[in-house]
């Protein structure tokens, strides 16, 4: 039966960086779970009722509105309370929910660097698998050395999924992934970058890793604010030349 092997995560601090706006923010975090591991293909195929070829290869190819709905198909298996609901495509995080759900960004980034400051939480060639090693897919997971949080394949292998939006101002709905994959070099391979896509977007190196903690708020948490997605996605000026607002 599906196991998420999960760890914990210590309440922390960590400073997240933009750099179109160059703007640095740090954001305080309560405590968290996360995901020892991205989740793989057997995960997925054992919660949806799907074939697997590779079980033990991260589950990629998915799009981001796929991983949210497969967060709650994970809540559901387990007994949990669904993180998400859905009015179409429109996604709602309810925040105090303890289901499976993305990380957001800043845990994300938490947890990733496990204490480190620098671009990478170890050698890179030891924790990450990147074009240097010339592949054509993504490898088993935890092949590389973890970090110091007890996590594999934070950076390599496969991006990663997270709740936030990318840059509403200049990018509309496109959501947030990190990490780098395993056809990146090693500029992109760094715990700080940012790159992201569509809703309805999947590519073979961008995968995901499950998180829980429920907060006691409605609608901001661990770094993540929908009044500042508005005020942002509102900036004058933010748009470019020619851009029209799909609603």
Known sequence: MTDFELARIPAG?????????????????????????????????EVLGIASRHPRR???????????????????WEGLDPAYSFDGEDVTWHVDSDGYRLPTEAEWELACRAGSTGPHYGPLPDIAWTSADGLRHPQDVGGKLPNLNGLFDMLGNVWEW???????????????????????DAWSVRASVRRGGAPRMHH????????????????????????????????????????????
């Open 58 to 76: 991260p589950a990629a190819d998915l799009s981001w509105l796929r991983a949210v709905r497969f967060c709650n198909a994970a809540s559901e």
């Open 13 to 45: 601090s960590v400073t997240l960086h933009d750099a179109r706006r160059k703007q640095h923010r740090t954001v305080a975090l309560e405590s968290f779970e996360i995901g020892v591991f991205a989740v793989t293909e057997e995960q997925f195929a």
């Open 204 to 247: 073979a190196d961008v995968g995901m890793r499950l998180a829980r903690g429920g907060f006691d708020a409605l609608d901001a948490a661990q770094g993540w604010s929908a009044r500042a997605d508005r005020e942002q996605a509102m900036a004058d000026g933010a748009r470019p030349v020619g851009w029209t607002p799909r609603r």
């Open 162 to 184: 997270c709740w936030d939006l990318l840059d509403p101002a200049r990018y509309d709905d496109y959501r947030v992934f990190r990490g780098g994959g395993f056809d990146d």
